[in-house]
């Protein structure tokens, strides 16, 4: 079945230090591949997205390209902010005829300090 | 503005006890998704509806119960049978293959 592994957390950051957050994924067909970022106490706020391999999703200056060969998704962004402290979820569609579900891995906790 | 509005924000269950979460959207969106969310697990699915009237469930729906009424309201109801009701629970809405859009959620604690 489809499923996703991100990074464990927490990762803690300086200012202006580089992020990473690894996602690899398994699944069937040809998954569109999803960034949330969860601030504490709200929803989740959709970060970016791919849907084919190649692709480069990119928002706020985070980055994720659609790895097929690796079957992987991972998150970056060059400089952090002391805001960009959130929980971050990786996640893919389902794949299947009007079957637009999604499975999210754990979540990674990424704290930065000033 | 469109959106997701889930209500209360806090929620307390008596034990024995159903409680109604409320989800609304008017994003004119054809599906909507319940999850529920515990530390260090992501989120999981519980039920899910994809057109007015019909409802299908998701990977843990034992002791839940939806019903889709209305094509802009998904209530959902943890009844006395989930025993381990204590979690943070989202709703979230989709159309087509867009990404789906969540609301604030609604954290369940048990009195």
């Known amino acids: 079945g489809n499923s996703v592994t991100q990074m464990e957390g927490p990762v803690t950051l300086s200012e202006e230090a580089f992020l990473t957050i690894n996602c690899t994924y398994t699944a069937t067909g040809y998954p569109s591949l999803f960034w949330y970022v969860q601030y504490p106490g709200e929803g989740l706020q959709l970060l970016l997205k791919?849907?084919?391999?190649?692709d480069k999703g990119s928002n706020k200056g985070f980055e994720a390209t659609y790895r097929k060969e690796t079957t992987s998704f991972h998150l970056e962004k060059g400089s952090v902010q002391v805001s960009d402290s959130a929980v971050y979820f990786c996640?893919?569609?389902?794949?299947?005829?009007?079957?637009?579900?999604?499975?999210f891995g754990a979540g990674t906790t990424v704290t930065v300090r000033a | 503005d469109g959106g997701i509005t889930q209500s209360p924000k806090y929620l307390f269950r008596k034990e024995g006890q159903n409680v109604t979460l409320s989800c609304e959207q008017n994003l004119n969106h054809d599906a909507m998704y319940w999850y529920r969310q515990d530390p260090g697990q992501g989120l999981r699915l519980i039920y899910y509806?994809?057109?007015?009237?019909?409802?299908q469930k998701g990977d843990i729906a034992e002791g839940y119960s939806v019903s889709r009424e209305k094509k802009e309201s998904f209530p959902l109801t943890v009844t006395s049978a989930q025993k381990n009701p204590t979690a943070f629970y989202l709703c979230?809405?989709?159309?087509?293959?867009?990404?789906?859009?969540f609301g604030d959620g609604t954290r369940l604690s048990i009195l």
């Open positions: 509806s994809q057109i007015v009237n019909d409802f």
């Open positions: 996640a893919l569609s389902r794949s299947g005829p009007n079957d637009y579900k999604l499975s």
């Open positions: 979230a809405s989709s159309t087509g293959a867009q990404p789906q859009h």
């Open positions: 791919a849907t084919k391999a190649d």
